[in-house]
């Protein structure tokens, strides 16, 4: 399967951990965007990369949340001290250049409990 | 004001109905648009993307007015397999991340 793949696809948490999810784009793609989804709502923008590079990133990211991409390829988002309102489908996306369509992962849903 | 707009609906309409979602942006430098369908706990799929000269796939037409600020979906001869939420996307400016929708819920029923 060459789509982008994320990992893990559920994860249910104490609230006060961290968190860490992965996400591998397509493979030529350079630019790799990740987004937060609630129940009922569309994606909301989170940030993204071009290649390394983190090019921009939401207000609604706070200093809780970190996001990296160190090689171009893979992206990790990190969550710290996790809090109920963090439960969302987490989902990342890649795409080929700027402008063009994204390509989504199946999201990993996280649960605070 | 958000960047993209959309009536979240739902929409209910009998097979073989003509349906159609608008969808306004806010940002007059926006370049890119494009029309998500989501399933029901799964992630967007790209659905078709939205030129100046608008363009059709099969049943689907999709149309960009640039002076008004709007994109529009018409599905014909509607399927009960199109039963989905259409999320409308734009992207914030030239080159930049994409904004999308809320989401239109269609439901077609037999």
């Known amino acids: 399967d060459t789509g982008v793949s994320q990992d893990p696809r559920h994860k249910i948490t104490k609230r006060g951990q961290n968190v860490t999810f992965r996400c591998d784009p397509i493979s030529e793609h350079n630019r790799l965007y990740w987004y937060r989804q609630t129940l009922g709502q569309g994606p909301e923008f989170l940030t993204y990369f071009q290649n390394e590079a983190q090019l921009e990133k939401s207000r609604l990211l706070s200093d809780r949340f970190s996001a990296e991409r160190p090689k171009g390829s893979f992206s990790t988002l990190e969550i710290q001290r996790t809090e109920q309102g963090d439960s969302a489908m987490y989902l990342c996306?890649?795409?080929?250049?700027?402008?063009?369509?994204?390509?989504f992962g199946q999201g990993t849903r996280l649960t605070v409990v | 004001r958000k960047e993209v707009e959309q009536d979240p609906g739902p929409f209910n309409v009998p097979e073989g109905a003509t349906v159609a979602f608008n969808c306004t942006y806010s940002?007059?430098?926006?370049?890119?648009f494009f029309w998500y369908r989501q399933d029901c706990r799964k992630e967007p799929k790209l659905l078709m993307s939205?030129?100046?000269s608008g363009n059709e796939d099969g049943r689907f037409t999709a149309q960009l007015n640039r002076a008004s600020q709007y994109i529009s979906l018409l599905i014909r001869d509607s399927k009960l397999s199109d039963s989905a939420t259409y999320l409308c996307v734009v992207n914030k400016e030239p080159g930049n991340q994409f904004y999308f929708g809320t989401g239109t819920s269609l439901t077609v029923i037999p």
């Open positions: 939205v030129y100046s």
């Open positions: 996306a890649s795409s080929l250049a700027k402008d063009t369509e994204a390509f």
């Open positions: 940002n007059s430098a926006s370049q890119s």
